[in-house]
T-cell receptor, first 116, second 113 residues
Framework: AQKITQTQPGMFVQEKEAVTLDCTYD???????LFWYKQPSSGEMIFLIY??????QNATEGRYSLNFQKARKSANLVISASQLGDSAMYFC?????????????FGTGTLLAVQP | DGGITQSPKYLFRKEGQNVTLSCEQN?????MYWYRQDPGQGLRLIYY???????QKGDIAEGYSVSREKKESFPLTVTSAQKNPTAFYLC????????????FGSGTQLSVL
């Protein structure tokens, strides 16, 4: 069965510093996708970044990058130059690209607090 | 602007009562989903629909029902059989089966009186 593990319930970071949010996954499927979502206090889920299992390079989207280590089954999110507006819950998720459904499996999330 | 609209934002349910959460999208997406979020937990899939007039159970479908009569709409009914309905409910959509991401609504907080 597929599983996503986020071991950091909460993190603090100083404004303008970089922070890494950990995510490990478990799947027996060779084809899968990994996602990171941000959930501010308002509740909506905001898509940040995507990494396919066959992608050769780590995904980047502005200040967000995904440190993809396939052999270790980890997909850590790196936020560079943290801003106060980055304070939110962050969820790692995985989708089985070879399956018949399109459902995402989510981790339990990491609460990030950016301090001025 | 295209997007997903969930209503109401807050909903209260009395014991033994069925309540329906609305989800409407104007993104022309084929697939729609309902997730439940409890404090300290990730999102869990309740139901999903990949095409009109068809839907499948997710991981925690007991006590819930859905319908998909129109492409734009995927309402979720929380029935009296759901004994612990207090949670944050999120609706999402995607263009089709092979997608890169889900688009989410702003959620409905359901509480039991």
């Amino acid at each position: 069965a597929q599983k996503i593990t986020q071991t950091q319930p909460g993190m603090f970071v100083q404004e303008k510093e970089a922070v890494t949010l950990d995510c490990t996954y478990d799947t027996s499927d060779p084809s899968y996708g990994l996602f990171w979502y941000k959930q501010p206090s308002s509740g909506e889920m905001i898509f940040l970044i995507y990494q396919g299992s066959y992608d050769q390079q780590n995904a980047t989207e502005g200040r967000y990058s995904l440190n993809f280590q396939k052999a270790r089954k980890s997909a850590n999110l790196v936020i560079s130059a943290s801003q106060l507006g980055d304070s939110a819950m962050y969820f790692c998720a995985m989708r089985d690209l070879g399956g018949a459904t399109n459902k995402l499996i989510f981790g339990t999330g990491t609460l990030l607090a950016v301090q001025p | 602007d295209g997007g997903i609209t969930q209503s109401p934002k807050y909903l209260f349910r009395k014991e033994g009562q069925n309540v329906t959460l609305s989800c409407e999208q104007n993104l022309n997406h084929d697939a729609m989903y309902w997730y439940r979020q409890d404090p300290g937990q990730g999102l869990r899939l309740i139901y999903y629909s990949q095409i009109v007039n068809d839907f499948q159970k997710g991981d925690i479908a007991e006590g819930y029902s859905v319908s998909r009569e129109k492409k734009e709409s995927f309402p979720l009914t929380v029935t009296s059989a759901q004994k612990n309905p207090t949670a944050f409910y999120l609706c999402a959509s995607s263009p089709g089966q092979m997608i890169e991401k889900l688009f989410f609504g702003s959620g409905t907080q359901l509480s039991v009186l």
